[in-house]
């Protein structure tokens, strides 16, 4: 067994998740966040991943990510597409709200006036312009939007395409056991295999811990052992 600090050795273990290509088989009794994102993202690319682990909050964040992986990005794009429709609708209807409004003043104005007077006629040319100018210019603008509300749909569909992909490989590479409490960790990453006096937390960065590099049979004997000890 070697003496180390946890925060000397963290990182190596970070450097072999990104790199994982094959397996990714983890024992600990709890995570930190950096640890999660890798593992996460390993997984989303295919990296077949066994988290055993005591730590029930990151087990059911991570088992939940199979379903809802990536849900705020979701979300906030599904807003951004209907804020633009309503935009777009409102837009619409502006131009014919104004149209409406300027023909009620001309109804008035008729009504109340001659229809010979000076003052009356240039009125209605000028609402005429005025409803002309803003019709053009409100059609136009909503014709722009529309092109951009098309654009954000398409990158919409792509990205719900992807994140369902995505959320279809977690849901069969990523596999999530609850265990006993563990104050150790077990590492398998590829063809490596590591076994530590500490868990993969951040706070027990600044532990000095004892480690070792196992081979990798009797990494997965113990991690077989863990699991068995949590069965009835």
Request: charged share 25%.
């Amino acid at each position: 067994m070697k003496i180390e600090y946890a925060k000397n050795i963290f990182p190596k273990i970070m450097e072999l998740l990104n790199r994982a290509t094959d397996e990714i088989t983890i024992a600990t009794g709890g995570f930190s966040e950096d640890f999660i994102e890798a593992i996460i993202n390993r997984a989303a690319s295919g990296v077949q991943t066994t988290i055993i682990t005591s730590d029930k909050n990151w087990a059911r964040w991570l088992e939940n990510q199979k379903l809802s992986y990536k849900k705020d990005e979701e979300n906030k794009i599904k807003r951004d597409y209907l804020k633009l429709r309503d935009k777009i609708i409102i837009y619409s209807r502006l131009r014919y709200i104004i149209l409406v409004i300027s023909m009620s003043i001309a109804i008035i104005l008729l009504i109340r006036s001659s229809i010979h007077s000076l003052e009356t006629l240039i009125l209605y040319v000028s609402l005429g312009i005025i409803n002309i100018i803003q019709f053009i210019y409100i059609r136009n603008t909503v014709k722009v939007e529309e092109s951009k509300l098309n654009m954000v749909n398409l990158e919409v569909q792509k990205t719900l395409d992807e994140l369902t992909s995505t959320r279809n490989i977690l849901a069969k590479k990523l596999n999530i056991i609850e265990s006993n409490t563990l104050s150790f960790s077990i590492v398998i990453i590829d063809n490596k295999s590591l076994l530590l006096s500490c868990n993969l937390n951040s706070k027990n960065s600044s532990d000095i811990i004892m480690y070792e590099e196992i081979q990798k049979n009797n990494a997965i004997k113990l991690i077989s052992y863990i699991t068995n000890l949590g069965k009835p």
